[in-house]
């Protein structure tokens, strides 16, 4: 496949943000979606679109749909979140690093790390700015706002409202996201995430560039090493990331809200994979099949059933052949 035209991310976010319908119109992806099915018995019950870009050495190297599209990154962020913290600490063990990449489930193993992570700060329960799920210390992002506190403690930063853009901690992590991206940090588009902190807006593209750099950069290959020797500390054990680090030797996965998925591999292939209507249950097949397109066999991890309250086996999430 040739290489896509660059361009730069203001004119990527001057076609797609705040674009009318027939202004979309007139800019068609050069490759279709993949086209994600959910059946139940013989009905096909709904169906997803997904965009996915692969990107090697700075250069698109496969795409499904429209590697341009603009998405936040939301937690799939997390490992550069990280970044400043794990380059201000030498203290962290592994599963706090891990932890502090994490979207977790609030299992006790997971919880352990939260709280590992706290007491290394030192910071209290209390001073996490997530809110409640119900606690702040359940709460999925409270492994990376600890990792905040702990950040502000080695910088002697003030961690009160920590969360906040104005914040020290949240220009650190623009910048990261930045330099890594080669955006422009002021062109980058922010908003408040769904725990309270900065998340960022990039074209899938950007993302899977981004993520090709993650071992690269000051600190990166500790947090890569961190995600992928705790894969069931970065979400749960039928999450799309965990098992894709899991399935796969040497790949660090993380996924966000609102249908997203970043991953880096050996020799810094980076990818991204946007879910156009948001819905995570079309992740793992369209990872599944896009990993097949890049020449990778994935096991288990495009098979995603659907199930009723009683545990029934009632239907299937496949790509459309």
Same mark, same amino acid.
């Given at each position: 496949?040739?290489? $896509?035209?660059?361009?730069? !991310?203001?004119?990527?976010?001057?076609? %797609?943000?705040?674009?009318?319908?027939?202004?979309?119109? !007139?800019?068609?992806?050069?490759?279709?979606?993949?086209?994600?099915?959910?059946?139940?018995?013989?009905?096909?019950?709904?169906?997803?679109?997904?965009?996915?870009?692969?990107?090697?050495?700075?250069?698109?190297? /496969?795409?499904?749909?429209?590697?341009?599209?603009?998405?936040?990154?939301?937690?799939?962020?997390?490992?550069?979140? @990280?970044? &400043?913290? *794990? +380059?201000?600490?030498?203290?962290?063990?592994?599963?706090?690093?891990?932890?502090?990449?994490?979207?977790?489930?609030?299992?006790?193993?997971?919880? @352990?790390?939260?709280?590992?992570?706290?007491?290394?700060?030192?910071?209290?329960?209390?001073?996490?700015?997530?809110?409640?799920?119900?606690? @702040?210390?359940? %709460?999925?992002?409270?492994?990376? %706002?600890?990792?905040? $506190?702990?950040?502000?403690?080695?910088?002697?930063?003030?961690?009160?409202?920590?969360?906040?853009? #104005?914040?020290?901690?949240?220009?650190?992590?623009?910048?990261?996201?930045?330099?890594?991206?080669?955006?422009?940090?002021?062109?980058?588009?922010?908003?408040?995430?769904?725990?309270?902190?900065?998340?960022? @807006?990039?074209?899938?593209? +950007?993302?899977?560039?981004? =993520?090709?750099?993650?071992?690269?950069?000051?600190?990166?290959?500790?947090?890569?090493?961190?995600?992928?020797? %705790? &894969?069931?500390?970065?979400?749960?054990?039928?999450?799309?990331? #965990?098992? $894709?680090?899991?399935?796969?030797?040497?790949? #660090?996965?993380?996924?966000?809200?609102?249908?997203?998925?970043?991953?880096?591999?050996?020799?810094?292939?980076?990818?991204?994979?946007?879910?156009?209507?948001?819905?995570?249950?079309?992740? +793992?097949?369209?990872?599944?099949? =896009?990993?097949?397109? !890049?020449?990778?066999?994935?096991?288990? !991890?495009?098979?995603?059933?659907? /199930?009723?309250?009683?545990?029934?086996?009632?239907?299937? *999430?496949?790509? /459309?052949?």
């Amino acid at each position: 496949m040739p290489d $896509l035209e660059v361009s730069t !991310l203001a004119q990527l976010l001057a076609r %797609h943000v705040g674009l009318t319908p027939a202004a979309n119109a !007139l800019m068609a992806p050069r490759v279709q979606p993949l086209r994600i099915v959910v059946h139940r018995g013989e009905v096909e019950e709904a169906t997803h679109l997904v965009h996915a870009v692969a990107v090697r050495d700075g250069a698109v190297i /496969e795409q499904a749909g429209d590697p341009d599209r603009v998405a936040y990154l939301r937690s799939s962020a997390k490992p550069f979140q @990280a970044l &400043p913290l *794990v +380059r201000a600490r030498d203290d962290l063990t592994s599963e706090e690093i891990a932890i502090a990449s994490a979207s977790h489930l609030a299992s006790p193993e997971q919880l @352990a790390a939260v709280r590992s992570l706290l007491a290394k700060a030192p910071a209290g329960e209390d001073e996490l700015e997530c809110g409640p799920e119900p606690t @702040a210390l359940q %709460h999925n992002c409270s492994g990376k %706002h600890a990792g905040m $506190l702990a950040l502000c403690r080695a910088q002697n930063w003030a961690s009160g409202g920590y969360r906040l853009a #104005t914040h020290p901690v949240q220009h650190a992590c623009l910048t990261e996201i930045a330099s890594a991206s080669d955006a422009p940090a002021d062109e980058i588009p922010t908003a408040v995430d769904g725990c309270g902190v900065l998340t960022f @807006a990039l074209p899938l593209e +950007r993302m899977a560039l981004l =993520f090709s750099r993650l071992e690269e950069v000051d600190g990166g290959a500790r947090v890569a090493a961190a995600m992928r020797a %705790h &894969p069931e500390l970065i979400r749960g054990p039928m999450a799309a990331d #965990t098992l $894709l680090m899991r399935e796969l030797e040497g790949w #660090t996965a993380k996924g966000g809200a609102e249908g997203l998925m970043c991953a880096v591999g050996p020799g810094g292939l980076g990818i991204a994979l946007k879910v156009e209507d948001g819905s995570m249950r079309a992740i +793992r097949p369209a990872l599944a099949e =896009f990993f097949r397109r !890049l020449g990778f066999e994935t096991g288990e !991890l495009g098979v995603e059933p659907v /199930e009723n309250s009683r545990g029934e086996l009632v239907g299937e *999430v496949v790509l /459309e052949r």
